[in-house]
């Protein structure tokens, strides 16, 4: 049997990127993937830039759009965004084209890529066996990039402490007029699911269309949020179309992202963005973090562990943290939230979207002692001007 320096779970983005980063410092790794290359993966597909250029090779032959302008809509309102930039705001892919071709490039470096290949137990040790419904594997390390569900953090021991919220998502056919109508621009719109917001996602051929909820545990119909969003789309007739629900979690797990030498990246760690839900930028830069951890520790468990901590904390974790407060704000505060928006929402939109490029994050600089005395309209009401304050081009403060 064959021992790894490193065994990645899960071929998307996270773990492919991973694998690709270990194989291009020398390290030997596998990925294991459940299913068989390529294969359709729920996703609304929309790739912001801030994503695309951490890829480290052009991905232009797996793009089947490019957007430089976004609307954003709220429900109930008249108020409309519209946002340019002279970069790719959005570039729209399919997850099987994306994922086959970053995991090609992986391979191309020397990566094995085993398909078919089921997670059913792991047993630990200072090298890990990996058994699989087509036999075991061995590696040092771990990277579980296998998604929400991540069955690979319950095998290590990780309890659920993520806010995972539902989605549902179509891949829709339209007539011509329509498709032409609503292929222009790609298009959000914020509270026509209630705490939530569903998307116009054009692609090559057809258009992806989806309804997801923000706040968790709450109980709506998103089927039925789905059809009437087709009603505010001005769709008539559908050709075809295929659902798909997924979930995605919106915060990070709390209690560490290294346990058994397991490393979690992407959704198994919860680090979607907690605003808008868009997974695969902070998908692909934790996977290669973790990986920069592996190969910069010369292969020490402890010290990867150490850097992939400090990594994340440097990089990804406080923005996620304020993406956290700044959704509660968004979805669950509408009146003053939109009070501030019709002064504000250029701007906001604007802010929004270089966020999306990579220009800027959300506020890192929020003191835990203030983000802990939020409590009641008041607070909420306050913590809301002052993010909205330390947005405005007149304010000396980085976002």
């Known amino acids: 049997m064959k021992i790894f320096d490193v065994a990645i779970i899960g071929s998307g983005p996270a773990g492919a990127s991973a694998a690709l980063e270990l194989s291009k410092n020398g390290i030997s790794t596998v990925i294991i993937e459940k299913e068989v290359l390529p294969r359709y993966k729920t996703c609304g597909g929309g790739l912001v830039f801030r994503g695309r250029k951490s890829v480290p090779f052009d991905i232009a032959t797996v793009i089947e759009k490019e957007f430089y302008e976004v609307d954003i809509y709220f429900g109930k309102t008249d108020l409309k965004f519209t946002t340019k930039n002279d970069k790719p705001i959005i570039s729209m892919i399919m997850r099987d084209a994306f994922d086959s071709l970053i995991v090609e490039k992986a391979k191309e470096n020397g990566v094995t890529l085993l398909q078919n290949h ?34 690979i953090a319950k095998m290590a021991g990780w309890n659920e402490t993520r806010t995972i919220i539902p989605a549902l998502e179509y891949e829709v056919e339209v007539c011509s007029a329509d498709f032409e109508r609503l292929s222009k621009n790609v298009r959000f719109d914020v509270d026509i699911v209630p705490y939530g917001y569903g998307w116009c996602f054009p692609k090559k051929k057809h258009l992806s269309i989806g309804v997801g909820i923000i706040k968790a545990k709450q109980k709506i119909d998103l ?26 979690p919106i915060s990070p797990r709390t209690d560490s992202f290294v346990k058994r030498n397991v490393f979690l990246i992407g959704d198994s760690a919860g680090f979607a963005d907690p605003v808008v839900a868009e997974g695969i930028s902070n998908a692909i830069i934790s996977g290669i973090l973790a990986a920069q951890s592996i190969v910069e520790s010369n292969l020490d468990a402890d010290l990867a562990s150490e850097l992939y901590h400090k990594k994340l904390e440097q990089k990804m974790l406080p923005e996620i ?79």
């Open 223 to 248: 089927k039925k949020c789905y059809h009437e969003y087709l009603k505010v789309l001005g769709i008539n007739e559908i050709r075809n179309e295929e659902s798909h629900g997924f979930v995605i």
């Open 118 to 151: 089921k997670v059913t137990a792991i047993s630990f040790g200072d090298i890990q066996t990996i058994h699989t419904s087509e036999g075991d594997i061995q590696a040092k390390f771990i990277i579980a990039g296998d998604g929400a569900l991540s069955p």
């Open 321 to 399: 943290k304020t993406g956290v407060i700044l959704s509660k704000f968004f979805y669950e505060q509408k009146i003053l939230r939109n009070l501030f928006i019709k002064k504000y929402g250029q701007h906001l939109s604007d802010a929004m979207v270089d966020v999306f490029i990579g220009h800027r994050s959300y506020p890192k600089d929020l003191k835990t002692s203030i983000l802990s005395k939020i409590k009641g309209s008041f607070f909420l009401m306050m913590f809301l001007k002052i993010t909205i304050l330390t947005s405005l081009p007149e304010f000396d403060i980085i976002l």
